[in-house]
């Protein structure tokens, strides 16, 4: 076996959400000021400072630097700079737990709206509209007013005005996740509802929950400051950083230090904080995790460690392959999909490729012209050579002009290959248009030209038809008008009837058959159905776990296969008559490990 196992050493490439966050340097550095703080303000009862209420008029508006006093002191001649820390404490304690309870209430309330829907999800948001009718300071002093000033009364101010923000969020990806397959699937598996929520819902919302609080926090901290500078929050002689800066708000020109040193700390607090906050919500963005804003690349990425060269015999072929081998990076290295196989394809021969679903047929077919999508994919080694030119070592722009033009794909599903908001017409033209310097009407007509080729009735009306307005076999027939659109040399047909029910299969069969014989294509047939690699191809390729366990002429496969495998593939076509005995025949083939 030919595999690549790669050595430990060479490690994932995908970096750990932690990775990223410390990549990140403002993020890192945002992260290490409030460690540092965090364990300033922890350690404060045994760090060998001032208490921070001893008051000694004596000693008053002392400047910085002076003697024990190394921020110096204020109006009432309390050490500034125990005061800065043990404020610092509340100011840090009291913002972390507003935005801890604003994100579980905010939360609960928008994973039940946007799981339940209908009057519930209704009563519960315009609640919630209530809330953010007011403006969200006013409503905490009216919420202060009410309760009395107090810390504690600062810190329900501050979470309830916050719970809004938490709700609408997390309701919106709810209701977007509540009708989701796989929430269905649990619920039809008979999971209860609270449940669904908790096992199913909440993992794929934690991250935005913890992402919404990185982002909170700072401006809690801020909120509660002012509260507290406004003499709601902190009651005299407790020191929050808020209070602090009230104190020392009349005194701005005679001692500025006192109302400038807190002023400071709330900054560099806040703005680490929020620094941070922006760090965890790049890392642990799932979408940017999912590397969906990173582009693969244009093509797959080619470390090739050996670069078999193409066979005397491969040379004169249309398609030859020789020992390719793709894998998929992955957090415990390169897993590989195709483990070195090799092929070709004359011109005007059909070859099918064939196996189970997950024997590595598509990732082979996407890998000859660099398709496979990198990252994860990469391709390890061996060569792909069209016309005896080697693909792999041609520039990406060069690869990118055979994509279409020398070589065409047509893909298993046509409802998801084709554009939902263009007419058919429009989409085949475009295929032509990519490769040919045509004006629109002409393109338009090739168009119209190609689909009559394929055999669609009336191409002229149907060009005008969206996707969703044609059956699956005539969208399967605009997918290979596409593939046809610049007369490829080469057409790679990734199981193409899979989709479509048998008498449609056989007319599409039957056409690409036609189209191979008028044009001379050569043909990569790639299924999973022996019963239509009998139809189609003069040779075939069996595979399996990503190699070529067997090939040779269709007819002598099918009439004496070698491979227990390929005996059990070809085992597997029924044919009308047969009854149970089909059953009882597979049953007693030899056994191949693994299937
Ligand atoms: P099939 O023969 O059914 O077309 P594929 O070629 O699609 O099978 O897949 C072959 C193997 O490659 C499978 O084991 C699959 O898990 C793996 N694979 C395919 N695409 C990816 C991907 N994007 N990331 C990781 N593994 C993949
Ligand atoms: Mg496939």
């Given at each position: 076996?030919?595999?690549?196992?790669?050595?430990?050493?060479?490690?994932?490439?995908?970096?750990?959400?932690?990775?990223?966050?410390?990549?990140?340097?403002?993020?890192?550095?945002?992260?290490?000021?409030?460690?540092?703080?965090?364990?300033?303000?922890?350690?404060?009862?045994i760090?060998?400072?001032?208490?921070?209420?001893?008051?000694?008029?004596?000693?008053?508006?002392?400047p910085?630097?002076?003697?024990?006093?190394l921020?110096g002191?204020?109006?009432?001649?309390?050490?500034?700079?125990?005061?800065?820390?043990?404020?610092?404490?509340?100011?840090?304690a009291?913002?972390?737990?507003?935005?801890?309870?604003?994100?579980?209430?905010?939360?609960?309330?928008?994973?039940?709206?946007?799981?339940?829907?209908?009057?519930?999800?209704?009563i519960?948001?315009?609640?919630?509209?209530?809330?953010?009718?007011?403006?969200?300071?006013?409503?905490?002093?009216?919420?202060?007013?009410?309760?009395?000033?107090g810390?504690?009364?600062?810190?329900?101010?501050?979470?309830?005005?916050?719970?809004?923000?938490?709700?609408?969020?997390?309701?919106?990806?709810?209701?977007?996740?509540?009708?989701?397959e796989?929430?269905?699937?649990?619920?039809?598996s008979?999971?209860?509802?609270?449940?669904?929520v908790?096992?199913?819902?909440?993992?794929?919302?934690?991250?935005?929950?913890?992402?919404?609080?990185?982002?909170?926090?700072?401006?809690?901290?801020?909120?509660?400051?002012?509260?507290?500078?406004?003499?709601?929050?902190?009651q005299p002689?407790?020191?929050?950083?808020?209070?602090?800066?009230?104190?020392?708000?009349s005194?701005?020109?005679?001692?500025?230090?006192?109302?400038?040193?807190?002023g400071?700390?709330?900054?560099?607090?806040?703005?680490?904080?929020?620094?941070?906050?922006?760090?965890?919500?790049?890392?642990?963005?799932?979408?940017?995790?999912?590397?969906?804003?990173?582009?693969?690349?244009?093509?797959?990425?080619?470390?090739?460690?050996?670069?078999?060269?193409?066979?005397?015999?491969g040379?004169?072929?249309?398609?030859?392959?020789?020992?390719?081998?793709?894998?998929?990076?992955?957090?415990?290295?390169?897993?590989?999909?195709?483990?070195?196989?090799?092929?070709?394809?004359?011109?005007?021969?059909?070859?099918?490729?064939?196996?189970?679903s997950?024997?590595?047929?598509?990732?082979?077919?996407?890998?000859?012209?660099?398709?496979?999508?990198?990252?994860?994919?990469?391709?390890?080694?061996?060569?792909?050579?069209?016309?005896?030119?080697?693909?792999?070592?041609?520039?990406?722009?060069?690869?990118?002009?055979?994509?279409?033009?020398?070589?065409?794909?047509?893909?298993?599903?046509?409802?998801?290959?084709?554009?939902?908001?263009?007419?058919?017409?429009?989409?085949?033209a475009?295929?032509?248009?990519?490769?040919?310097?045509?004006?629109?009407?002409?393109a338009?007509?090739?168009?119209?030209?190609?689909?009559?080729?394929?055999?669609?009735?009336?191409?002229?009306?149907?060009?005008?038809?969206?996707?969703?307005?044609?059956?699956?076999?005539?969208?399967?027939?605009?997918?290979?008008?596409?593939?046809?659109a610049?007369?490829?040399?080469?057409?790679?047909?990734?199981?193409?009837?899979?989709?479509?029910?048998?008498?449609?299969q056989?007319?599409?069969?039957?056409?690409?058959?036609?189209?191979?014989?008028?044009r001379?294509?050569?043909?990569?047939?790639?299924?999973?159905?022996?019963?239509?690699?009998?139809?189609?191809?003069?040779?075939?390729?069996?595979?399996?776990?990503?190699?070529?366990?067997?090939?040779?002429?269709t007819?002598?496969?099918?009439?004496?296969?070698?491979?227990?495998?390929?005996?059990?593939?070809?085992?597997?076509?029924?044919?009308l008559?047969?009854?149970?005995?089909?059953?009882?025949?597979?049953?007693?083939?030899?056994?191949?490990?693994?299937?």
């Amino acid at each position: 076996m030919s595999a690549t196992t790669t050595p430990a050493s060479q490690k994932s490439r995908r970096p750990t959400a932690w990775q990223l966050l410390m990549n990140n340097r403002l993020a890192a550095a945002g992260f290490y000021i409030i460690a540092a703080l965090v364990v300033l303000v922890v350690a404060a009862p045994i760090l060998p400072i001032d208490n921070p209420d001893t008051i000694d008029l004596a000693g008053r508006l002392q400047p910085i630097l002076s003697d024990g006093h190394l921020l110096g002191t204020d109006h009432l001649g309390r050490d500034i700079l125990a005061r800065l820390i043990w404020g610092s404490r509340v100011s840090l304690a009291v913002g972390l737990s507003a935005s801890l309870i604003a994100a579980f209430f905010g939360s609960l309330i928008g994973l039940v709206a946007g799981y339940a829907g209908g009057r519930a999800d209704n009563i519960m948001m315009r609640g919630i509209d209530m809330l953010m009718a007011f403006p969200y300071i006013l409503l905490a002093l009216a919420i202060v007013a009410v309760l009395g000033p107090g810390l504690m009364n600062a810190l329900y101010a501050i979470a309830v005005v916050n719970i809004p923000f938490f709700a609408r969020n997390i309701r919106g990806i709810t209701v977007g996740l509540a009708h989701r397959e796989f929430v269905d699937a649990a619920r039809l598996s008979g999971k209860s509802h609270t449940s669904i929520v908790l096992t199913e819902i909440l993992p794929n919302v934690l991250p935005i929950i913890v992402i919404t609080m990185s982002t909170t926090v700072g401006w809690m901290i801020l909120e509660t400051a002012g509260l507290s500078f406004l003499g709601l929050g902190a009651q005299p002689p407790q020191a929050d950083l808020g209070s602090m800066l009230g104190e020392g708000r009349s005194l701005l020109f005679t001692a500025p230090s006192v109302s400038i040193i807190p002023g400071v700390m709330v900054f560099i607090i806040v703005m680490s904080i929020n620094l941070l906050g922006d760090g965890v919500r790049d890392a642990l963005d799932p979408r940017l995790r999912a590397g969906a804003l990173n582009r693969p690349l244009p093509v797959t990425r080619i470390d090739r460690a050996d670069r078999s060269e193409t066979s005397a015999a491969g040379k004169g072929a249309a398609l030859s392959v020789e020992n390719l081998q793709t894998g998929f990076e992955s957090t415990q290295g390169t897993m590989p999909a195709v483990k070195g196989i090799s092929f070709a394809v004359q011109k005007g021969e059909c070859l099918g490729l064939i196996g189970e679903s997950g024997s590595g047929k598509s990732v082979t077919a996407l890998s000859l012209l660099g398709l496979v999508a990198s990252p994860p994919g990469v391709i390890t080694g061996g060569s792909v050579a069209i016309d005896g030119r080697d693909i792999f070592s041609m520039h990406d722009t060069e690869i990118a002009s055979y994509r279409g033009s020398r070589v065409a794909y047509i893909f298993q599903d046509p409802l998801t290959t084709l554009h939902p908001l263009f007419t058919v017409g429009e989409q085949v033209a475009e295929a032509v248009r990519a490769h040919q310097q045509v004006s629109r009407n002409e393109a338009h007509a090739k168009a119209v030209a190609l689909l009559d080729t394929v055999r669609i009735p009336d191409p002229a009306k149907r060009a005008a038809a969206y996707p969703h307005e044609l059956s699956g076999g005539q969208r399967q027939r605009v997918g290979i008008a596409m593939a046809l659109a610049n007369d490829p040399d080469i057409i790679i047909a990734d199981e193409p009837t899979t989709a479509l029910d048998v008498t449609v299969q056989a007319e599409i069969l039957r056409l690409l058959q036609a189209l191979r014989q008028e044009r001379g294509l050569a043909l990569l047939f790639i299924t999973h159905d022996f019963g239509v690699v009998a139809e189609i191809c003069d040779r075939v390729a069996v595979m399996r776990h990503g190699e070529i366990v067997e090939t040779g002429k269709t007819a002598d496969i099918l009439g004496n296969p070698q491979h227990p495998y390929t005996q059990r593939l070809i085992a597997c076509v029924p044919r009308l008559g047969q009854g149970k005995a089909f059953l009882e025949g597979l049953r007693q083939l030899p056994k191949v490990e693994g299937v």
